[in-house]
Nanobody, 116 residues
């Protein structure tokens, strides 16, 4: 089993910043990538950003230039620095871990609310 523990969500004003963290534990061998996805009310879950074990990153167009994903392989932790937050960034943010054997795992989600 794999456990993913997310933290860092909360309420922030438009233009503000938040930093999400996701720590992986358990059967975390052969990791290919970790990433962040989000789901707003009434919408499908969508990719936000991913990072491979060797550091290659991928971002949704809607967050490019505002969000930065990073990882600490030694701690099996991935971070998402979110700057210049907008109301449309409001969603539940989920951490995902992809293993090279095609198994993937999700965290429980953390709420991010951008509102004045």
């Amino acid at each position: 089993q794999v456990q993913l523990v997310e933290s860092g969500g909360g309420l922030v004003q438009p233009g503000g910043s938040l930093r999400l963290s996701c720590a992986a534990s358990g059967m975390i061998f052969n990791i290919y990538a970790m990433g962040w996805y989000r789901q707003a009310p009434g919408k499908q879950r969508e990719l936000v950003a991913t990072i491979t074990r060797d550091g290659s990153t991928n971002y949704a167009d809607s967050v490019k230039g505002r969000f930065t994903i990073s990882g600490d392989n030694a701690k099996n932790t991935v971070y998402l620095q979110m700057d210049s937050l907008k109301a449309e960034d409001t969603a539940v943010y989920y951490c995902k871990l992809d293993r090279r054997d095609a198994n993937n795992y999700w965290g429980q989600g953390t709420q991010v609310t951008v509102s004045s």
